[in-house]
């Protein structure tokens, strides 16, 4: 783990360039980028992923089985850690427990990758306890979502470290997912991001369509996650306070339209949608009106449409990002190219090296 890359996207990205792909010139809209990246090195057939659990435990004895089966499918040796079996509550062990199996994977040199077993929640307690420095020091491929993403935007703030949101070590681990997982981590490829086309024998696509809020193109940064953690994470320092020439991207499950309304508020309130480039809206998986049969409620729709509409930075909802199946591994950190007419976006550098 001694070889990495700095990419100083100043170099790469400060000016808006012309990609014949989108068809029209990219945005130039606050595009700023001044920290150095650290890129992980790719993954190679026969490396060791250590599996963690940073959030929420897991009871039953089979969903173990799966993700170590999963990880040796993909051709990876798995290491579990001294704690992944722990319960505290509805945790995976106390704070210290958690904090000190996740330092200890960043500072084992037998470990290439880490996955996080699942998400849950707690991810954001142990943030104090981490060991930034050592995690800059030994950069690695690192993978989860929804409460991960806690941990994710610290390691990108304290680091400046590529981390990617993608699937669990007990996702379904579907065709879908296993290409792009492998085309981004092991191939080294500029991944290109765009909704699978399956009409299913009707006339027309019902499925996984893409919504345009706003049309046109930008580049910048990429970097987000779950709604309901990041916004959780405002105003600690844990978060990211600049986000100019950003790409945001977001998803969630489960959560009232009312509370999405009022963390996209926060957001709004917070400068956030000011200095982004761009917004990137995946899944909100089972998100319901709440109250009496959710009489006088808003859609996701008109929300998402109130905060970002006039914006004049290019939107659009529906990608393969979220609590899904058919899920996109996503790097935090990189610069992507998005096309919101289309509903698709690019890197415009590999993850790894």
């Not at 012309?18 to 992980?40: C, E, M, R, Y």
Request: glycine letters at 12%.
């Amino acid at each position: 783990m001694e070889r990495r890359k700095f990419l100083r996207n100043m170099g790469i990205g400060s000016m808006a360039l012309p990609l014949s792909a989108f068809g029209n010139p990219i945005s130039t809209n606050f595009i700023h980028i001044s920290k150095d990246i650290i890129v992980p090195e790719a993954l190679q057939q026969g490396d060791t992923i250590g599996i963690i659990s940073p959030a929420g435990a897991i009871y039953e004895s089979e969903p173990y089985e799966i993700a170590i089966e999963s990880m040796e499918a993909l051709g990876l040796k798995v290491k579990l850690g001294e704690f992944v079996r722990t319960r505290y509550g509805h945790l995976a062990g106390t704070d210290q427990q958690r904090a000190q199996e996740f330092n200890d994977m960043w500072r084992d040199p037998e470990v290439d990758a880490i996955i996080c077993l699942r998400g849950g929640s707690g991810a954001a307690r142990i943030l104090p306890l981490l060991d930034y420095e050592t995690i800059k020091k030994n950069p690695k491929i690192f993978i989860g979502y929804s409460d991960i993403t806690a941990l994710h935007l610290a390691i990108y703030k304290k680091t400046g470290l590529v981390t990617f949101h993608g699937p669990l070590a007990t996702s379904t681990w579907n065709i879908f997912a296993v290409e792009h997982f492998k085309d981004l981590l092991f191939e080294a490829e500029a991944v290109q991001y765009s909704n699978p086309v399956d009409k299913g024998g009707l006339l027309t696509q019902t499925k996984n369509r893409i919504r345009t809020i706003a049309p046109g193109t930008a580049t910048g940064e990429l970097l987000g996650g779950n709604l309901s953690v990041l916004t959780g994470l405002m105003g600690t320092p844990y978060f990211p306070t600049d986000w100019r020439g950003k790409i945001l991207y977001l998803e969630d499950v489960g959560e009232r339209i009312y509370a999405v309304d009022r963390m996209m508020s926060q957001l709004q309130l917070g400068g956030v949608f000011d200095q982004i480039s761009g917004f990137i809206f995946g899944k909100c998986s089972d998100c319901e009106p709440g109250g009496a049969g959710g009489y006088g409620s808003l859609t996701i729709e008109e929300v998402l449409d109130h905060y970002l509409e006039t914006k004049n930075i290019p939107a659009f909802s529906g990608t393969m990002i979220g609590h899904i199946s058919d899920n996109f591994t996503i790097p935090n950190g990189i610069r992507a190219a998005m096309d919101a007419n289309e509903g698709t976006f690019r890197l415009l550098n590999p993850a790894v090296e």
